[in-house]
């Protein structure tokens, strides 16, 4: 069974920074990576970022690439969002999720998430 827990929300302004935790657990070699989707009130769940299981490479959407970074810890299990220059339309709640075949493709783990809000 796939568990993913996200912790490091929180509130910051514009052009801050904030860092995402993610620990997971089973999470096999059968999954293709692991990763962020965001989703903000009123608007359709959007992929973030993914980091490859196989090789750690990664991938990241247009409207964050330059300014997020996703790295992992395997000895700790543990996947990290760095957030850096954040926007308000970064606000929205994060999910770790584990994806399937491709980065952003179908996924398994959809926990509770956790809140970001970009805001003076």
């Known amino acids: 069974q796939v568990l993913l827990r996200e912790s490091g929300g929180g509130l910051v302004q514009p052009g801050g920074s904030l860092a995402l935790s993610c620990a997971a657990s089973g999470v096999t070699s059968d999954y293709y990576g692991i990763g962020w989707l965001r989703q903000a009130p009123g608007k359709e769940r959007e992929g973030v970022a993914c980091?490859?299981?196989?090789?750690?490479?990664?991938e990241y959407s247009d409207p964050v690439k330059g300014r997020f970074a996703i790295s992992r810890d395997n000895a700790k299990g543990t996947v990290y969002l760095h957030m850096n220059d954040l926007k308000r339309g970064d606000t929205a709640v994060y999910y770790c999720v584990a994806f399937y075949l491709s980065c952003f493709s179908d996924y398994d783990g959809w926990g509770q998430g956790t809140q970001v809000t970009v805001s003076s």
């Open positions: 980091i490859v299981s196989s090789d750690g490479s990664t």
